[in-house]
């Protein structure tokens, strides 16, 4: 009873790291389907993308460049399909979805706490 409960435990222990260890953004495509190069190339600029670089990675294309927005991407793209896994903004602070305002645009609030010169006070109830 002891040795199969054991062999339960030491099975779902190396099941357990195994699923750990699986990347969601892998991709899994047969190099004999992967599309050419060049396919992602038109593929980006049909986004209206700036390339830098194409590489592969983790069984993917990975695309280094700029969007049409000028903001730095990297975007992983389905070997097989050209599909995009996932997009990242290497420069996320200046998003436009950020609904962030430009430096000194808006004043800061009439409380003291902002006003050069002063020390900021505590008031503790």
Do not use: H
Request: hydrophobic share 35%; aromatic share 4%.
């Amino acid at each position: 009873m002891k040795k199969s409960l054991m062999a339960v435990a030491l099975l779902s222990g190396v099941v357990a790291t195994g699923a750990a260890y699986a990347d969601d953004d892998d991709c899994n495509v047969p190099m004999a389907s992967w599309q050419p190069r060049q396919a992602v190339q038109k593929m980006a600029e049909a986004q209206g993308w700036s390339v830098r670089r194409i590489k592969t990675d983790d069984g993917c294309y990975e695309i280094d460049g700029s969007d049409a927005q000028g903001r730095e991407i990297e975007v992983t793209v389905d070997p097989g399909t050209l599909a995009i896994v996932e997009t990242e903004y290497d420069d996320e602070g200046n998003r436009p979805d950020m609904n962030t305002a430009p430096a000194g645009t808006v004043a800061p609030p009439d409380s003291g706490l902002f006003t050069p010169g002063s020390k900021p006070g505590v008031v503790v109830e």
